[in-house]
């Protein structure tokens, strides 16, 4: 799910509010190569020589999508959803007729084999500047423990969420909330697959009856 320039589903507006959309995507895209590399200097945790999983796609994407932590090819390559886990994103949104330009994709913990104490209380915050800066419709968040860390570190007028898997809930005035399983842990189980397929394809009714602008 690499950074690609955002497909738009309406026609193309008048000459001004695309200047002013391609000004507030130039800010956003600055915006986020700093956090990333600020993200990829951190030392808050005892990392050790694994390098942090950066956040990938549109930095001012339509849909958020929130793992845990990354797993081994998103920490070789140091991208969130690299390897299997975005490609089965990718699969699934295909089969919803969700455009995947409008994702992007990151881990509310950003390495791999921390302290989970350490990362659990450091990572969040980069989180949270994520979705300030993408400022998305919706948020997925993948799995209970994914949600329980994200609502012990979410600011005063977010949430509160609840582990209701596939339905919507409002995070902010402007951004609704999507819980699902854990992507990961369905990877390679059949039940747990069923399962999040169930609550992710809540996704697809979303996108179909979000207004085109």
């Known amino acids: 799910m690499a950074a690609q320039p955002r497909k738009k589903r309406a026609a193309e507006p008048p000459s001004e509010p695309n200047d002013i ?8 895209i600055a915006e986020s190569n700093e956090l990333n590399r600020r993200v990829a200097r951190c030392r808050a945790c005892n990392r050790g020589d694994f390098l942090p999983a950066v956040g990938s796609g549109h930095p001012l994407a339509d849909i958020v999508l929130v793992k845990y932590e990354p797993r081994y090819l998103e920490v ?3 991208v ?23 994702l992007y994709g990151t881990n509310i913990v950003k390495c791999a084999g921390v302290d989970p104490k350490e990362g659990e209380a450091n990572c969040p915050l980069y989180l949270l500047e994520e979705i300030h800066i993408t400022q998305p419709k919706l948020v997925v968040i993948m799995g209970e423990r994914t949600l ?3 609502s012990r570190h979410a ?5 509160p969420l609840e582990w209701r898997p596939g339905e919507l809930q409002r995070l902010t005035a402007f951004t609704q909330a999507l819980v699902t399983p854990d992507l990961d842990a369905s990877l390679d189980d059949g039940t747990r697959k069923r399962e ?4 992710f394809r809540t ?9 085109p602008y």
């Open 21 to 28: 959309y391609r000004k507030l995507e130039e800010r956003a």
């Open 76 to 78: 070789s390559e140091g």
């Open 80 to 102: 969130a959803f690299f390897g299997r886990s975005g490609a089965a994103v990718l699969k699934s949104v295909e089969r919803l007729g969700v455009d995947p330009l409008l």
């Open 148 to 150: 329980q860390v994200f």
């Open 155 to 159: 600011p005063e007028g977010m949430g």
């Open 196 to 199: 999040f397929w169930s609550a």
């Open 203 to 211: 996704l697809g009714d979303w996108y179909r009856d979000e207004p």
